[in-house]
Structures are given as C-alpha cells and as structure tokens.
C-alpha cells in the first residue's frame, strides 16, 4: 500500500469535512439549533483523530445569539455568614481568628473558611447524605442552596471535595460557586464566591458552536484519554479584577463560554464563545 498517497487522502478528506462544517456554521450561525447531521460529521471526525464523546452524552447543539450575565453586588450576608461561622460580628474586619477557626474575605470577592476541629459526623462516602449536609450549611450561610447544582464531587475514606455552581435561568454561572473540603467529622474548608444576578444585557453576540471548537483544538489536549464527560454553556468572568477594602463592586458582566470535560483527572478546559479562545 502506498501510505504517503493514503496519508494525502486522509488529509484531503479532513479538509473538506472541516470546510463543510464551516460553511454549515456560517449558514446556521444564527437559526440557534445545529442540524443533526452537522453534529454526526463532527463527531465522526473527533473519532477519527482519537477524541470520543461518553456514552451517557450528546454533541451539544446551541447556536443562539447570546446575551452577557450582568451581576451587580456580593450577595452575601458577611455578618449573617461570621455570625454563623465564628459566632460572632466582623467589626469591620476582613480578617477572623478564634478557636481554629478562620474566616477571610477577600478582595476578589470570595469568601474564605477553615475549620482545624470540625466536630460533627459524616460519612464521606455517602454522597446524598454528604449533598444534604453541604446544602443544609449553604442555606444557613444566606445562600439559595436549591439554586445551586453539584458540579463536582469526589472523596475517599476520610475525606473528600464537593463544588456547587449556581444556576440561571438554565445556565451555569461558572464563577458563582461554593467549595467544601470535608471529612469525617464534617466541613474541614469553604471557599465561597456568591454575586447577585441582575439578569442579561441588552446586546447580545454571535457564538461559535462547541463542535467547531473541538475540532478546531483537537491537537491542544495533551491528555492520555481523549473521552469527553461533559460539555456545558454557561458564563464566566473573563477579566477578573481585585477591588480595594471597602470599595464595593458596582456591576461584573460575564461572558458567554463553552466548558468541556475530559475523564482524564477530571480535566477541564473554558473557551469563549464568541472566538472561540481558550481562557487561561
């Protein structure tokens, strides 16, 4: 067999394949659903090139213009949150410490917790039973627990980590977000980043389909397995800033992005919608 020919054929047929994805993305870019056979050409070429979608998922199809998330404040209590924490008010302080416990706000907005004695019990193994417990201590922090999803989860014989990712209108506000550390004797850390929603911008933006990313990027991996676990479209600040003690946060836009999954150590990887440029 003549491999170099095979080789120029193989690269041919890619070509052409890719060339009628774009021009189905160019026809479709706005219609918001990407035809069936367009997501079967796309998915035929990712197993080519040795990247397969679980069996438990589907190539999703959004194609919509898409507005901007807009968040205007914190949407946290912090006297309520150090009240229930430390047991006591802030004083104004940024920063508390007593009977090993510590709680910080900082100035990205986020929300820091340590617990060097928790005294509660929990099987970490048991992960409704350790949801409930996570989500009993979110609504006691002022949180709207039902409003949050468990994005993540894993634990071992005697500890484990769970993150919740809140949820708007249906889209996943990727940095709106609680983070527990825990172990048997209950929550060990929190890291806590909760921002009010103050609904979508007037403008809206064209996006590129994920099937169209993934096969633009299909080289960029560097992973040993190639097994995509999920893919969801939400939004995410894109120009993260730190704000000075005491200055309070006016209005945070966060963008349209596509985020994919790999079953390789769960590794994850963010891309903006609108270009199709992975954030870092």
Do not use: C
Not at 29 to 35: D, H, K
Not at 212 to 236: A, C, M, Q, R, W
């Amino acid at each position: 067999m003549d491999w170099s020919r095979a080789k120029n054929i193989f690269i041919i047929v890619f070509l052409l394949l890719n060339t009628y994805l774009t021009v189905n993305i160019i026809l479709n870019r706005n219609s918001g659903e990407i035809s069936l056979e367009t997501l079967k050409n796309a998915v035929d070429i990712l197993n080519q090139r040795d990247v397969y979608l679980d069996d438990n998922m589907v190539m999703p199809s959004y194609n919509r213009e898409t507005p901007m998330l807009v968040f205007e404040d914190t949407g946290i209590d912090r006297e309520k949150i150090a009240s229930f924490l430390m047991g006591s008010n802030t004083n104004g302080s940024q920063r508390m410490e007593q009977n090993g416990k510590t709680l910080e706000f900082l100035p990205d907005m986020t929300l820091e917790y340590v617990n060097k004695n928790p005294s509660d019990y929990l099987e970490v193994k048991d992960k409704k039973q350790v949801e409930k417990y996570l989500r009993k201590f979110m609504l006691k922090l002022g949180l709207p627990s039902k409003d949050f999803v468990l994005d993540e989860f894993s634990s071992g014989n005697e500890n484990g980590k769970a993150r919740f990712v809140y949820m708007y209108e249906g889209f996943s506000a990727f940095d709106n977000y609680v983070v527990f550390g825990f172990n048997t004797k209950g929550i060990e850390v929190m890291n806590l980043r909760h921002l009010n929603a103050n609904g979508f911008s007037d403008k809206t933006m064209g996006i590129i389909p994920v099937h169209s990313i993934l096969i633009n990027n299909i080289d960029n991996y560097g992973l040993t397995s190639k097994v995509i676990e999920n893919i969801d479209f939400g939004f995410k600040n894109v120009t993260p800033r730190s704000y000075e003690e005491g200055e309070i946060m006016k209005i945070e836009s966060h963008s349209p992005v596509w985020r994919i999954k790999f079953t390789d150590k769960n590794e994850h990887f963010f891309y903006l919608a609108e270009t199709g440029e992975r954030l870092y």
